[in-house]
């Protein structure tokens, strides 16, 4: 038996499939088109045969299908090579939960030759896995779901809230970076915007504006896709356009139990002056408006002190 890894795209190679399954069931035999496998270290693979085992990783970007990564292991059966192509028929699926993520990843080595590799190559890609590789990788694999269900297990006490920051940690500040760093593009709102646009009045909650052309969903945590409350209502604040930028930029903090704005030192002297110590009443978790306070707090100092 070898055992292949497929990278595959949700919308396009699933055969119709929920790339986010909640039982195996939802994936015993489905059909999985995937391109025909190399070697992490170059050149073409073995055929893919009847009995060989699969592992599959759903690409979590949201255009391609936003999957939960490493996903599910299972054999494939009824297998057809054409060209360029393979399909093969997946049964006897496992589901691999927590799921390893590539979104998010802080950087460094992962501990395996293979993540590695795909960290660097994200797309539609299939992989023979030789002894070695396979060894370390489902080693590596096994240790982060130990890690993860162990901090599954001690956080058991917290809110969802908290619960939810300890677990996505790396891609939370991963996440900040990207926004304090440039402007960050992302998916479709119109869902989360609508619920905040009716929970809030259609109204900017720091400057009341009601025009609804300059009124935008922000989210308070930058969470990974995979995690529940990414687009909860308490997560997310409407704010006219350019204030949401001062948000996503660590210029503008709302205080977790006062609600009042504070701004960074150097917006004081600027047309946003107004807003100092203006409260607001949200409906916002209290748990993530004090991680965003936090690190905006530790920028200013940062700053002050530079």
């Given amino acids: 038996m070898t055992t292949f890894l497929l990278k595959l795209n949700c919308e396009l190679h699933l055969g119709g499939a929920d790339p986010r399954p909640r039982d195996a069931s939802q994936w015993e035999g ?19 045969q009847d009995g060989d085992e699969l592992v599959v990783w ?10 939960a990564g490493l996903t599910a292991r299972g054999v494939a059966t009824q297998t057809v090579t054409e060209e360029t192509d393979v399909f093969a028929t997946i049964v006897n699926v496992e589901l691999l939960s927590p799921h390893f993520k590539l979104r ?4 460094g080595s992962s501990g395996s030759s293979v993540i590695d590799h795909i ?3 994200r797309h539609f890609r299939a992989y023979e896995l030789e002894d070695e590789e396979l060894n370390e990788f489902w080693r590596v694999v096994s240790e982060f779901m ?7 297990a001690t956080t058991a006490y917290m809110s969802d809230e908290e619960r939810a920051l300890a677990i996505d940690q790396p891609a939370v500040l991963a996440g900040f970076e990207r926004r304090y760093s440039r402007r960050e593009a992302r998916p479709d709102q119109a869902t989360f915007r609508k619920v905040l646009m009716r929970i809030y009045g259609g109204r900017c909650l720091v400057t009341g504006c009601a ?23 308490r997560n997310g604040l409407l704010l006219r356009a350019d204030v949401h930028i001062l948000f996503d930029k660590l210029l503008l903090a709302i205080h ?5 704005i504070h701004l960074a030192p150097t917006l004081p002297g600027t047309a946003y002056k107004s807003l100092e110590g203006r409260r607001i009443h949200h409906q916002a978790s209290s748990e993530f408006l004090r991680e965003q306070y936090l690190l905006c707090k530790a920028s200013w100092a940062s700053e002050a002190d530079g």
């Fill in 104 to 107: 998010g990843w802080s950087g």
């Fill in 58 to 67: 759903t690409h979590e970007d949201p255009q391609y299908g936003f999957g």
């Fill in 211 to 233: 025009t609804a052309e300059v009124l935008q969903a922000a989210h308070i945590i930058p969470f990974s896709e995979g995690i529940r409350l990414r687009d909860d209502p």
């Fill in 119 to 121: 960290l660097s190559h």
């Fill in 146 to 152: 130990a890690k993860k269900r162990s901090l599954l």
């Fill in 30 to 48: 489905i059909r999985l088109r995937f391109p025909v496998p190399k070697l992490i270290t170059g050149g073409v693979g073995r055929p893919v």
């Fill in 256 to 260: 977790p139990r006062t609600g009042r």
